[in-house]
């Protein structure tokens, strides 16, 4: 409050503001302390006053479904798309469809792609990329990744496509702007669950249900980015256009989107990861490949296989990165007159080259074409044997065990206990009042508006644990993500170092980040804890970083020149100027942690997530639908009072 | 003068705001450019009238905001105008269709921009031959004139580079270049050498009066920079918010400024190298010889020297062809000279 007033806020807009939160507080807390004596509908809402949603849903679905025909359609389409993923399939690993001619040896699949990774980035891309293939080969998981990617290698361009007109639509029209922005921010937020039910229901198990899901999950980045790029083409490029005569199409084909590659390329990068994250987590709709075999290995406890399959996802989620970040980079390079056809092709002819060369060598030499069980380098067992024996040294394990029961016992436990405890009305009231204090009256309406239909739904306790879950974890991984990111900014050679470390972390698929919690803790709350806790840590770490060194420097000699400890710069400069960039990082942890933990229910846990999971089972799109919007209100909430405080902040601070 | 004005603006108006068109109709023209903007509407263009005729350089020179690029743009109709007319050709630009506009584009006109608006995915070769592309023409022919012109502007050897492999001065020629490869009748300039550093910028300006000596376009160029208004210049107009304060020979505004904001531009101009001896010269009374005349379209700094040696109180003038055309009166000339 003081801080603010000292940044010449609007005094009196802030004293209404506190007054008001302070009264929602107050409130809030009478219900507390009364709690007593409360009677119980105002504890929980009553089960008979808990409308039927999921019934409705239903009906409304199967309305939809069935007597609109939308099902004959969507049949129709996953018939189309089974051919196509029939192809790649066969073609990566020998599925007995047509055209029958694969599986392509490993060897030419790697070759080529060495090339065209040099082609992008030079010999570390080139090595990055050999790396990936041979290890996958040789440990003996080719056929797995194969069938990962094969689903990729459909979703990917075909969210592109959409995106990209689906973005060009919304460039083009306002209102289709305007009307689709709300969706996307949900479709954002939207537990990744949400979209798999419809997908198996509409478009059959197996593949084509986890192909059409993938795409829906990565079309939305797609759109922003490109109806981002084609805003920001130059004025001058365009009546540069417009002057040289150019009709609609011209202008758009040759003018427009082309002036917007790097945006639109950005795009392409952000719908690659977000396919190989979905793809993998399709597992749980009964998709084979990566993710399918991670969830037995880990459901199996085999820690060794499953650390394997770990990195080969991990190397396969930077190569795809880095080399579409190289895509970007990349910029045009002219070449002389009179340059030959080969020469200006050299590296497509020299991929083909080597793809043809691999192939025929295959033939000759097995192992090239496919790496046998018996002869791939696994090591699971191996691997189990020296975690589970360095598990097992004492004071690791006392450490492990010792975290385990204090987090559980004292703080955990206790933590959910209490918010259960709290009346669902002094629960939104202190959300409200919190929303009304930090962002202001519209966001806290909102806020208490969402919360209050989370209440109504009927799935309040399990709510709660899901947002149990989500703070503990982002208040556990502040302690972790903020000294680092302190530390880091210390030194602009460290800074680069950890956000590097951050960039590469962030574009795992979240599946990876369970396989240390079970290795560490094994299948309980703490697990889930630690695994958003490591999750929620990286975009933490990073807007520390980016806030910190992000200070005007004429602001930190400033302080300098007053003679200012390091600690006071710290905490009288640098934290409070830097404070609004790592809201965004919270922001973004809290959304983070929203995603994993419902994936986490894996590991088994009472919120949200696992009755998701079961949904799954069967064919509840209803209640799929309504824990969904649950997960989805919730994150939403805290999206928009976090979003609104850092840019109120960013205003009075004056940057920008 | 017999010369059909080949763009012809008559009342032009150009406002940006909700409902422009609404509010010019509720608006006489004297309403002050503070006022419009009290009401929440931007005057880009003020009621101007401005013809320019073939083969002529028309500078429109105006500080930043003045409107001139909205001017200009309002005449190429990459803006459309709120009320008044403008012809191109005899021929009302705002009642043209989508498609009659993209013709005249197509075989008339060429721009060039301040920050060059090259499309950054392709080669000088394609950029130049971009506009030849957009109206179908086949790969060899537009392949041939680009040449040509990249030649033209002497960017040869360069043809297969990418803008961002140029350096700002090379970038604002494939510009040109760009602009000339329809061979357009009319040519707009937007600031093109405001982007360029000093030396490249009168390097570019010497270029651009060597190819304006061999195409001679008709010619809408502008600047803010006054300087580069009197080099170049056939006629320069001078704006401020929105409207022309004065529209004249480069000679006339710096010898007979209209208002005080001209003024103040022609101050710290040395104007003996603006004006020419045929600008201040009167018609001889009687016969006079033709002795140690001076040539009618030097620059009066050129003469200096002789005016400052020779006594008489009139001097004579002759033309090219030597033939004797007139007088100056010598305590003028000096006075222009020494900057009185």
Redesign the interface.
Known sequence: MKKLNQNGMDLKAIDTNTGIASLFLLVALAFLLSRGILPAWLIRIPEALVPPLAVWLDLIFNFIKDDLHLIDLTRAISGGLEVLLDITANLLYGRNRWPKLGPIPWAAVCASFVVLAYYLGGVRLALLALVTFVWTALIGQWKIAMQTMSVLTLAAPFAVLIGLGLGITAWKFRTFDKSIRPILSVLQTLPFFTYLLPAVIFFKVGPTAGAVATIMFAVPPMILMTTLGLRKV?T??V??G??????RW?MLR??YI??A?TEILVGVNQVIMLCLAMVVLTAFIGMPGLGAKLLAMMGSFKIGRSFEIGITIVLFAIMLDRMSKAWVMK???????GTQWWQRHKYFLLSLLAFVFFLLLSQLIPILAEVTRKQSFSQGKEIDKIIKGFLAIDSIKNTTEWLRWFLNVKVLIPFRNSLLWIPTPAFILIIMGLGWYLAGKKEALIAGLFFTIVAITGWWDRSVITLYTVISAVVLATFIGIPLGIVAARSTKWSSRILLACDTAQTFPSFIYLIPAIMLFGVNDVAVVFSILIFAAVPLTRYTIEGLRGVPPEMVEAADMSGATRFQKLLTVQLPLALPTMGVGFNQAINFAFFMVIIAAFIGTQDLGQELQRTLAGTELGKNFVLGMNVSLMALSFDFIITKWTETRKQALGLG | MAKKPVISAKNVWKIFGANPKKYLSQISADYSFEQIKEDGYIAGVKDVSIDVHKGEMLVIMGLSGSGKSTLVRCLSRLHDITGGTISVDNQDIMSLTEKELIELRRSKMGMVFQSFGLLPHRTVLENVAFPLEMRGQDKYTRRERALEVIKLVGLEGREEYFPRELSGGQQQRVGIARSLAIEPDIWFLDEPFSALDPLIRREMQDEFLRLQGLLGKTIVFITHDFDEALRLADRIAIMKDGMIEQCSTPDQIVLNPATEYVRKFTEDVEKARVVNVEAIMEPTGKPRSSKNALYGNKKLRDVAKILASDTREFIPVKDTDDKLVGQINRKIALDIVFGE
């Open positions: 130059s001058e490029i009546e540069a417009h002057m040289s005569g150019c009709t011209q040759r003018v082309p002036a590659r910029q045009p390079v002219h070449f002389d007159r």
